[in-house]
């Protein structure tokens, strides 16, 4: 069947580049999985965790708000941020969590409120990849 060429950016840096077998990613509408020769495609990505491999290995990257373009063999994934489990520290993670919540408490404005609930997503998506 072939093999998918995978693309994982950030604004900072190409964190990921191979082939590989499959690739599942949180999308704006849910959950996707791309194999060899899926149907182009573009669409948004949520916050959430990327899964991804080749053979028996498997990959994943928590990853931030983003655009995935999927074409039969190569998916293009451009991301906030791109982290692996050993990247993230769980203790820092929660810290900052409850530190969000406190601030979505009082927030005065609506915009603020909705900014406060995307940092949360971001941060419950690398939480996720730790817990």
Known sequence: MGKLQLEIATPEKLVF????DYVTAPGGLGEFTVLPKHTPLLTTISPGIVRFGSGSEEKMYAVGWGYAEVRPYK??????????KDEI???EVEREIEQIKERLASASSEEERESLRRQLERLKARKRLVA
């Open 17 to 20: 580049s191979g082939e590989v």
């Open 75 to 84: 998916v293009v994934l451009l991301v906030e941020f791109a982290e692996t």
């Open 89 to 91: 520290d769980p203790r």
